[in-house]
């Protein structure tokens, strides 16, 4: 795979649903938190990663990411999930295409990323499947720039997937549909994650 595909890390939503003691993506998740684990996992991948974040968030973020590559959202401004995918977007303006990644999908593996860019070669719009299930990362060509830009409020993409050409990517990755909601999501991650083999930190 020659392109140049991003992995952008959407880390900036409220996460308002989570009622644990503190914001979902801070909690531990083994020796990182979870949106350290979901940096690493997208770094491992080889593949330029853009952090979508707010200031409360900053020091999870223990990764050599450029500064350019770290995106910290207004407080005041508006913070869905399409503004958060527009941000990410242009500053890899440049690239062939964009993987998302919510920040709260710590199991999803590097191959897993990979095997999505590479299926951007084929179709404008990509996202990974499991077992029959929809799950992400989901991929956009460079095609679809002028659109994703243009993202607004918490519907994302989902139009997008709607009118393009799509792949679905299968794999035996059930990280890309398991993402925290609940105290119980998160419990169910850590049991996963102790009965794992250990993935070393970029």
């Known amino acids: 795979m020659n392109h140049n595909f991003a992995v952008i890390v959407l880390a900036a ?6 009622l644990g003691p503190r914001h979902k993506l ?3 998740l083994g020796d990182r938190t979870v949106l350290a684990r979901t940096v690493g996992n997208a770094l491992a991948s080889q593949m330029p990663v853009v952090v979508v ?22 407080p005041d401004a ?8 527009a941000a990410g977007v242009s500053v890899r303006a440049s690239a062939d295409g964009w993987l998302v990644l ?8 590097p191959q897993t990323l990979r095997a999505v860019a590479a299926a951007l070669e084929q179709q404008p719009v990509a996202f990974a ?3 029959g299930r929809r799950g992400h990362p989901v991929g956009f060509g460079s095609e679809l720039f002028s659109e994703l830009v243009r993202l607004q409020g918490d519907e994302g993409a989902r139009r997008l997937l709607a ?5 679905a990517v299968d794999t035996d990755d059930p990280g890309v549909l398991m993402d925290i909601d609940t105290v119980d999501d998160l ?7 102790e009965d794992a083999p250990p993935i070393a930190a970029p």
Request: net charge positive.
């Open 26 to 28: 801070s909690e531990m």
């Open 13 to 18: 939503g409220a996460g308002t649903r989570y």
């Open 163 to 167: 009118r393009y050409p799509t792949v």
């Open 102 to 109: 919510p920040g709260d999908m710590p199991l999803v593996q």
């Open 78 to 85: 508006p913070r869905g999930m399409g503004d958060s995918i």
């Open 187 to 193: 419990a169910e991650m850590r049991r996963r994650v």
């Open 129 to 131: 499947q499991h077992r």
């Open 53 to 74: 974040t707010t200031a409360e968030l900053l020091e999870q973020i223990r990764a050599p990411l450029p500064t350019r590559d770290i995106v910290v959202l207004d």
